[in-house]
């Protein structure tokens, strides 16, 4: 597996100029693939057999290398192994719970990923899915408007360029959408949850660009058919019972994800709406415009529908496996250079199972192995290729972290008598 990180690491070498910073880089990311409970710059340093973290930290805060050339080169490693026509592209956001104030784009907002408003950073993704596996392809750090671009000096402290301007959330996905064309990433839809799928103009620059999609929309969203304007959910309540077709969207981890599925015409022969119905609970109900360039059967509807779910996989597998949320870092370039390295580390994965993964072969044998995930390669990985244990080592590490917080206690303890003079 050593030499599977390598050639896989091989493809971004280059990006790095400095040969010590090529190696830090290469060990970071065996280290984010590692055993190590939290993976920090601390314990990747250590990790990597390093005396310090100084230079683990150099490596996301200040080494010269090229964070979008790596990204690009993730892109085209994933496309050379996942890579199909009628691919999808996933968009969709994840929280990242911060303590304090400093880290870029950090207040208190709402995150899906913990289901409240907190204090967190939130990271716009792009995943990409096909038959052949599912890995995430770009990122962009959401910044707020008056929290943060709207105050140059906070700004400046976290390294944001001053060229950066204030971007929604569904304008940084549809940058990355169009860098994705732009790079000629084989793909034939787009899929997301409402809160991008409400955005008119997203849907109006997918459309001019003749691209497919299935969005998520909310049940209040307004669909014109021949006979007028109606609520989405509305709509859903004019479905006779001969409307509704029972289709699976994809295997989940229980089986087939089955849903009753109905699909509506509006006045543009390219939309239409698709509103998928629960099986146990019948008022469950999801709603999801379709634009289709071209005629497509209702089943491949359901299955891009079915794919949005794929992204949220790749956040799942990204902060178990790949180390994805374990950063420690508050700059804004620290941020994206972090993040990509994770990103890295989980197309090593994705690529890895693409190569081992077999479905198995229907038999009567109890005994047959399930397909190979993601997880179970990054623990043999972990396995196969952990350091030996170094005694001196490891107590010199505990003696550093332990000097470190002292002193850190002492600081802090000072600036408290400071404060109350």
């Not at 289709?247 to 994800?257: D, P, V």
């Not at 250079?337 to 229907?362: D, K």
């Amino acid at each position: 597996m050593q030499a599977d990180l390598d050639t896989g690491f091989a493809l971004v070498a280059g990006r790095f100029q400095r040969p010590e910073v090529r190696r830090r880089a290469r060990a970071c990311i065996e280290g984010m693939l590692s055993g190590l409970e939290r993976k920090n710059g601390w314990s990747l340093a250590e990790y990597a057999g390093e005396t310090t973290p100084d230079g683990m930290q150099r490596l996301f805060n200040a080494a010269k290398w090229d964070v979008d050339g790596v990204r690009d080169d993730i892109r085209d490693y994933l496309m050379e192994h996942l890579g199909e026509h009628d691919g999808v592209l996933v968009g969709d956001d994840t929280g990242f719970a911060k303590q304090g104030d400093c880290s870029a784009g950090v207040q208190r907002q709402y995150t899906g990923t913990l289901g409240k408003v907190t204090n967190c950073q939130i990271g716009v993704f792009l995943a990409y899915a096909s038959g052949r596996g599912r890995a995430l392809l770009d990122r962009e750090l959401y910044l707020p408007k008056d929290s943060w671009i709207a105050r140059p000096e906070r700004c400046a402290a976290a390294q944001i360029p001053e060229h950066v301007a204030f971007a929604t959330k569904p304008q940084l996905l549809q940058a990355m959408i169009e860098r994705a064309l732009a790079a000629g990433v084989p793909f034939g839809w787009v899929t997301a949850d409402e809160a991008y799928g409400d955005n008119g103009p997203l849907r109006r620059d997918l459309e001019t660009n003749q691209i497919g999609y299935v969005l998520a929309v909310s049940r209040s969203h307004q669909i014109t058919t021949g006979v007028g304007k109606a609520r989405a959910d509305v709509m859903a309540g004019r479905v006779p019972r001969s409307g509704w077709q029972r289709l699976s969207c994809g295997a989940g981890a229980k089986g087939e994800r089955r849903y009753d599925w109905a699909l509506i015409a509006t006045d543009s022969p390219t939309h239409r709406l698709l509103i998928r119905r629960s099986l146990s609970n019948p008022s469950d109900l999801a709603f999801y415009l379709c634009h289709t360039p071209r005629p497509v059967p209702l089943q491949r509807l359901v299955e891009v529908a079915g794919a949005r779910w794929t992204i949220e996989e790749c956040f799942q597998t990204g902060k178990n496996e790949a180390a994805i949320d374990h950063y420690q870092v508050r700059l804004y370039p620290a941020w994206y250079r972090y993040i990509t390295l994770a990103m890295l580390a989980l197309a090593f994965l994705a690529v890895t199972r693409a190569a081992l993964a077999r479905e198995p072969t229907p038999s009567a044998a109890t005994d047959q192995p399930i397909m190979i995930s993601a997880n179970e390669i990054r623990r043999l990985f972990a396995l196969l290729t952990r350091p030996p244990t170094n005694e001196e080592h490891i107590l010199s590490w505990s003696y550093w972290r332990r000097r470190h917080q002292a002193r850190a206690r002492r600081s802090h303890y000072q600036r408290q008598r400071l404060k109350d003079r």
